[in-house]
């Protein structure tokens, strides 16, 4: 039996299964932290110390790969919460004449007969973001894209603005004793939705939500079942694809209907 201490390194059992412990977890961190990252083909990494960081869980820079572009594009209009709130007179005159072009579908005083959204009265930042993003390609319309390809800037205002300044005028289906739904009261916590009161208005409105009050059901339903589907996508930070993709067919139906019987 050996004289040497039991835990002291000149002891070759203690010594063996020191460096035995210690090579084990030399390679167990070199398998965990770089080959293992390394080795997935779906994870791109610039090298080994980002195999590391990724390994360790720390934030690292996205590494995207050239020539990848999106296959749709995206809105590019910034909202802020005082954006075109102080139009001038000028403005909504010269967008009273442009909007002549619009009462086809839109009505001559911004209230639709045919299903499409009522304008009168809306939030201006709402109706210049939307005619931006048909301009751009962010939302797509086989009625609205021309027209808007034709608008400048300064047109997309003076209409946004024209609008803003009309009244609210109810729909024919207007109830104000119908209830609330509950998902516009209060959401559905569970599925992450926030109530739909939250940014149109009832509770709070958010910079470029549009007030739903008075809009057509059938317009509604629309857009909500396009937002689920993915086919339309100029909403701001998928907010509203995320929400419709959680709703029931009951809720969005519920939701279309209310917001129409309202003022």
């Not at 751009?136 to 300044?165: I, L, N």
């Amino acid at each position: 039996m050996s004289d040497q201490p039991l835990f002291s390194l000149r002891n070759p059992w203690f010594g063996a299964s020191v460096g035995i412990t210690a090579a084990i977890a030399v390679l167990s961190a070199v398998a965990g932290l770089i080959w293992l990252p390394l080795a997935q083909p779906n994870l791109k990494l610039a090298g080994v110390w980002d195999a590391i960081c990724s390994a360790a869980g720390v934030p690292r820079a996205a590494v995207q790969e050239p020539g990848i572009k999106p296959d749709f594009k995206t809105s590019n209009v910034i909202m802020t919460s005082e954006m075109l709130t102080k139009a001038d007179q000028v403005s909504i005159g010269r967008g009273a004449t442009l909007a002549q072009r619009c009462a086809i579908c839109h009505g001559p005083q911004g209230v639709s007969d045919a299903h499409s959204p009522n304008l009168a009265g809306q939030f201006a930042a709402v109706t210049y973001k939307e005619l931006n993003d048909f301009k751009t390609g962010a939302r797509v319309s086989v009625v609205m894209s021309p027209f808007a390809a034709a608008m400048s800037d300064q047109d997309m205002k003076d209409v946004a603005a024209y609008y803003a300044y009309l009244p609210r005028v109810p729909s024919n289906n207007l109830d104000t004793a119908r209830p609330a739904p509950a998902i516009v009261v209060t959401g559905a916590p569970m599925r992450n939705i926030a109530p739909c009161g939250s940014c149109h208005g009832d509770v709070d409105n958010k910079a470029g939500s549009p007030w739903l009050g008075g809009q057509s059901a059938v317009y509604i339903k629309a857009q909500l079942e396009a937002f689920a589907s993915g086919a339309r996508r100029n909403d701001i930070s998928q907010q509203m694809r995320n929400i419709a993709r959680q709703m029931t067919a009951e809720e969005i139906d519920q939701v279309a209907h209310y917001y129409e019987a309202q003022p």
